[in-house]
């Protein structure tokens, strides 16, 4: 069975700071991957996902996410972060060959101090 | 364009006791898939629904099952409920079963007492 790894439990960091979230899945075929966040009392959404060609997406809010196959890793980036990206952000892989079924990490708390 | 719905958003239960919850899809939307968040926890595969049929499955027992209607909306009911069912039962809905998108609702929050 697959499972995703997010490195991080909770991580605090100012204003402008530079954030990025390791997420490792383990799975040996084609994936789907995704970034959803959680803002406080709002349901999940999604930030980016990568389905195939460019390794590195770009998604809303200035997020990026760069997909290193060899590493099996999906790590989300963002340059200079901002008090309204304090959230819990949540790494999910789906197999090509599991429909639509979504393997979420545990997630990640951020915590932007202004 | 009404995005994913789901109610109630609060429940309180005691143990032993059944519960039913319901979501409607975003609009344009055929698949239905549930998912239970416990608190401190990434979001776990319940099951999901296309064609009114289950069509996977994760790792919960039978006393979790559920239903689709015609109209795409769908139905979480647990049996004999347990203190650790407690927990934040999240709906998506995306179109058809080949790993598109999911769009997730608010939830509703159960509580087993």
């Known amino acids: 069975a697959q499972s995703v790894s997010q490195h991080n439990h909770h991580v605090i960091l100012s204003e402008a700071a530079s954030l990025e979230l390791g997420c490792n899945y383990s799975?040996?075929?084609?994936?789907?991957l995704f970034w959803y966040v959680q803002y406080p009392g709002q349901h999940l959404q999604l930030l980016l996902k990568?389905?195939?060609?460019?390794?590195l997406v770009k998604g809303i809010k200035g997020f990026e996410a760069e997909f290193i196959k060899s590493k099996f890793s999906f790590n989300l980036r963002k340059p200079s972060v901002q008090w309204s990206d304090t959230a819990e952000y949540f790494c999910?892989?789906?197999?090509?060959?599991?429909?639509?079924?979504?393997?979420f990490g545990g997630g990640t708390r951020v915590l932007v101090k202004p | 364009d009404a995005g994913v719905t789901q109610s109630p958003t609060h429940l309180i239960k005691t143990r032993g006791q059944q519960v039913t919850l319901r979501c409607s899809p975003k609009?344009?939307?055929?698949?239905v898939s549930w998912y239970q968040q416990a608190l401190g926890q990434g979001p776990q595969f319940i099951f999901q629904?296309?064609?009114?049929?289950?069509?996977q499955r994760g790792n919960f027992p039978d006393r979790f099952s559920g239903h689709q209607f015609p109209n795409y909306s769908s139905e979480l009911n647990v049996n004999a409920l347990l203190l650790g069912d407690s927990a934040l039962y999240l709906c998506?809905?995306?179109?058809?079963?080949?790993?598109?998108?999911?769009?997730f609702g608010q939830g509703t929050r159960l509580t087993v007492v």
């Open positions: 998506a809905s995306s179109r058809g079963t080949g790993g598109a998108e999911a769009f």
């Open positions: 799975y040996g075929g084609t994936v789907n």
């Open positions: 990568y389905f195939s060609g460019d390794p």
């Open positions: 999910a892989v789906n197999p090509k060959a599991a429909g639509n079924k979504l393997t």
């Open positions: 609009s344009g939307h055929d698949t």
């Open positions: 629904y296309y064609e009114e049929e289950e069509r």
